[in-house]
T-cell receptor, first 111, second 115 residues
Framework: GQQVMQIPQYQHVQEGEDFTTYCNSS?????IQWYKQRPGGHPVFLIQ?????EVKKQKRLTFQFGEAKKNSSLHITATQTTDVGTYFC???????????FGTGTKLQVIP | EPEVTQTPSHQVTQMGQEVILRCVPI?????FYWYRQILGQKVEFLVS????????KSEIFDDQFSVERPDGSNFTLKIRSTKLEDSAMYFC?????????????FGQGTRLTVV
């Protein structure tokens, strides 16, 4: 079945440093979404990418969808303590209404 | 802002008992989902539901599980004969146009502990 892997699994950064998480799917995706889950919280939608090579920015966050639509990345510039949490990519999981989450990258920001 | 509501927030049950987890999706949404997350692990798809029937289900969603939309607002997940390995956070989500096309909104989750 489809697998969606993310690296790294964990990342500790000093506040102010940049952070990147990479998402790789075993199959081509029609679109990809990114979610953030704060510690003890629930996944919250960040963004959806649809087009090959698409790049979208939200303030300090930059999202990219690969040309082959099998990978994606999330880059955070100058991390803040509010960025702490687990970042998940999610994509259509081979079914009509099945969305598969990636393995997640847990970000810890050291003040 | 509309939100997905789940009750209870925490449920402790004896192994072998049945539990019902409840969700109230966003009122004009049509697509509903259950996911689970074992502590510290990834968010796993269980089932999607549209037009009063299951659209998709995972290998995890076997005969032990069932979903129902008993009225116009609630969406429930029933787990029969609970096992220790069913302990997890269960998230309900809903979407207006289908998650393939747009975002899903998650509830706060129900933490199920089977003892």
């Amino acid at each position: 079945g489809q697998q969606v892997m993310q690296i790294p699994q964990y990342q500790h950064v000093q506040e102010g440093e940049d952070f990147t998480t990479y998402c790789n799917s075993s199959t081509t995706l029609s679109n990809i979404q990114w979610y953030k889950q704060r510690p003890g919280g629930h996944p919250v939608f960040l963004i959806q990418l649809v087009k090959s090579g698409e790049v979208k920015k939200q303030k300090r966050l930059t999202f990219q969808f690969g040309e082959a639509k099998k990978n994606s990345s999330l880059h955070i510039t100058a991390t803040q303590t509010t960025d702490v949490g687990t970042y998940f990519c999610a994509g259509p999981g081979g079914g009509y209404q099945k969305v598969t989450f990636g393995t997640g990258t847990k970000l810890q920001v050291i003040p | 802002e509309p939100e997905v509501t789940q009750t209870p927030s925490h449920q402790v049950t004896q192994m072998g008992q049945e539990v019902i987890l409840r969700c109230v999706p966003i009122s004009n949404h049509l697509y509903f989902y259950w996911y689970r997350q074992i502590l510290g692990q990834k968010v796993e798809f269980l089932v999607s539901f549209y037009n009063n029937e299951i659209s998709e289900k995972s290998e995890i969603f076997d005969d032990q599980f069932s979903v129902e939309r008993p009225d116009g607002s609630n969406f429930t997940l029933k787990i029969r004969s609970t096992k220790l390995e069913d302990s997890a956070m269960y998230f309900c989500a809903s979407s207006g146009r289908g998650w393939i096309n747009t975002e899903a909104f998650f509830g706060q989750g129900t933490r199920l502990t089977v003892v």
